[in-house]
């Protein structure tokens, strides 16, 4: 597997080795021992999976408590996926990055604890799989705005992106700074 890191600290883009013959393609998608050695030191407790079409945008969710890491990769289609730091006191507190993730590139994405993570789904229908190391607490459950004007992340839209009503109702950064002091 090949380690990428990104301008986010901890979030890591993962490349695993593809072997491929005429029959198909092998690879391996976690190998506990790899992962260690790249700084990934979880234990997975579920796995989860969404089909989106295309225009659906989801996110930007995080959990203000029971914090969820989450390993992504894109099954079918192309996704482009978001993580937002939320970690105070960070260096890159505020600051997003982006990547176009697919089926044919393989690539996976290590978002750790503390993170937003939303994505945009640019093929006319994609399979988004993810591993996550604590479970989905839907009280705890809370989204920024996709669109939010402080954030300024810059959405590869082709028209109105689809959201779902939690989605639409999400609150500001501002919103979530000021709750993060309380």
């Known amino acids: 597997m090949k380690i990428q890191l990104t301008e986010l600290p901890g979030v890591i883009v993962i490349e695993p080795e593809s072997f491929r013959d005429p029959r198909g393609y092998f690879l391996e998608t976690y190998n506990a021992k790899t992962f260690a050695e790249?700084?990934?030191?979880?234990?997975?407790v579920q796995d989860n999976q969404s089909q989106s079409k295309r225009g659906v945008l989801?996110?930007?969710?995080?959990?203000k408590e029971q914090e969820q890491g989450k390993?992504?990769?894109?099954l079918l289609g192309?996704?482009?996926?978001?993580?937002?730091d939320l970690r105070p006191g960070s260096n890159t507190f505020g600051k997003w990055w982006?990547?176009?993730?697919?089926?044919?590139?393989?690539k996976m994405i290590w978002i750790p604890r503390g993170f937003a993570h939303g994505f945009y789904t640019l093929s006319e229908t994609a399979d988004v799989a993810y591993k996550v190391t604590e479970f989905y607490a839907p009280k705890h459950e809370?989204?920024?705005?996709?669109?939010?004007?402080?954030?300024?992340?810059?959405w590869p839209l082709q028209g109105e992106p689809i959201l779902s009503e939690?989605?639409?109702?999400?609150?500001s950064f501002?919103?979530?700074?000021?709750?993060?002091?309380?």
Do not use: M
């Open 71 to 74: 390993l992504v990769r894109v």
């Open 166 to 171: 939690k989605d639409k109702a999400g609150h």
């Open 98 to 106: 982006g990547l176009s993730l697919s089926a044919t590139e393989q």
């Open 78 to 84: 192309e996704i482009f996926d978001v993580v937002v």
């Open 58 to 63: 989801r996110g930007l969710h995080y959990q």
């Open 38 to 44: 790249a700084g990934i030191n979880e234990q997975f």
């Open 142 to 154: 809370r989204v920024i705005l996709w669109n939010d004007p402080d954030l300024a992340i810059c």
């Open 174 to 182: 501002r919103e979530f700074r000021r709750l993060s002091r309380e």
